[in-house]
C-alpha cells in the first residue's frame, strides 16, 4: 500500500472515533447528540436515587415492623418515632396514631365512635397515596426516555444522511471517504439514543416493580394496623375488664 494511501486511512480511523464523530458533526445532529447524553445522563440518576432509595426503605420498613410486632404498647412507639416519619410506613402508622389520639383524647379516654374506623382507614389511604406519589415522581422521565430517545436518535441519523448525500452532490465523488463521515455521524447518533433508552426502560420496569411491591406491603400493614385498631374500638364501645391502654397483644394475624 502507498504510504500516502496508508495516511489518509489512519486519518480516517481517527476522524471516526467517538470523539472526533461529535465535534465534525453537524448543529442539528450536535444538538441531538447533546440531547441524548443529557438525557441519558439524568436517567443514571434517577435510576440510582431510586434504587438507593428503595433499598432504604425496605430496611427500614423491616426494622419498624419487628418493633410494631414486638408486643410493646404502640402509644410508647409512637412517641418513640417522633413527628418527623422518615419512611412511608412509619408515615401511615402516625398518621393512624395521631387520629386516634385526637379522638380519645377528645372523648377522655371514654367510649369511641364507630366511624373512628373509617376515620382512620381514610387517613391512611390517603398517606399511602401520598408517598406512593413521591415514590413514583420521576419515573415517567425514564419512560419517556425509552420511548421517545430512539426517535430522537433516528432524527440525528436521517439528518446525518441526508448531509451525506449533499455531499456525494456537491463533490460528485461517491467515494467511501466522501460518505462515510456523514454515515458515521448519522449511526453515532442512533446509537447514543439506544444507550440513553435500554437502560431507562430496564430500569422503569425494574423500580416500577419494586415499588408496586412495596406498595402491596404498605397495603398489608394497613390492612392489619386497622384491625387491630377496630378491635380496640369494639373494646371500648362494648368495654371489657382489659387494660385501656392502646397495646398490641396476640400474635400478628395471618
Not at 465523488?173 to 426502560?201: K, M, N, R
Amino acid at each position: 500500500m502507498p504510504a500516502g494511501a496508508a495516511g489518509g486511512h489512519g486519518l480516517a480511523a481517527t476522524k471516526l472515533d467517538p470523539l472526533s464523530l461529535f465535534w465534525q458533526a453537524d448543529i442539528i445532529v450536535k444538538a441531538v447528540m447533546l440531547m441524548l447524553i443529557s438525557a441519558s445522563v439524568w436517567s443514571w440518576a434517577i435510576i440510582i436515587d431510586k434504587s438507593m432509595r428503595l433499598k432504604m426503605l425496605y430496611r427500614r420498613a423491616n426494622a419498624f415492623e419487628d418493633r410494631f410486632w414486638s408486643g410493646g404498647s404502640l402509644e410508647d412507639l409512637c412517641d418513640r418515632m417522633g413527628p418527623n416519619p422518615k419512611d412511608p410506613m412509619t408515615s401511615l402508622f402516625l398518621a393512624a396514631m395521631r387520629e386516634w389520639r385526637r379522638a380519645t383524647g377528645r372523648e377522655g379516654g371514654a367510649t369511641l365512635s364507630a366511624s373512628l374506623g373509617q376515620r382512620i382507614d381514610r387517613v391512611m389511604q390517603i398517606t399511602m397515596s401520598r408517598e406512593i406519589d413521591g415514590l413514583e415522581r420521576r419515573l415517567g422521565f425514564l419512560a419517556s426516555t425509552g420511548s421517545v430517545a430512539p426517535f430522537v436518535g433516528l432524527f440525528g441519523t436521517v439528518w446525518g444522511i441526508m448531509n451525506s448525500f449533499h455531499a456525494i452532490g456537491a463533490s460528485k465523488d461517491t467515494s467511501l471517504a466522501t460518505v462515510a463521515p456523514g454515515i458515521a455521524e448519522a449511526l453515532f447518533a442512533t446509537a447514543i439514543g439506544l444507550v440513553a433508552a435500554i437502560p431507562a426502560v430496564v430500569a422503569y420496569n425494574k423500580l416500577s416493580t419494586d415499588i408496586d411491591r412495596y406498595a402491596r406491603r404498605l397495603e398489608a400493614f394497613a390492612g392489619e394496623f386497622s384491625a387491630i385498631l377496630s378491635r380496640q374500638i369494639e373494646e371500648r364501645i362494648h368495654p371489657t375488664p382489659r387494660s385501656e391502654r392502646l397495646h398490641l397483644n396476640g400474635d400478628r394475624d395471618d
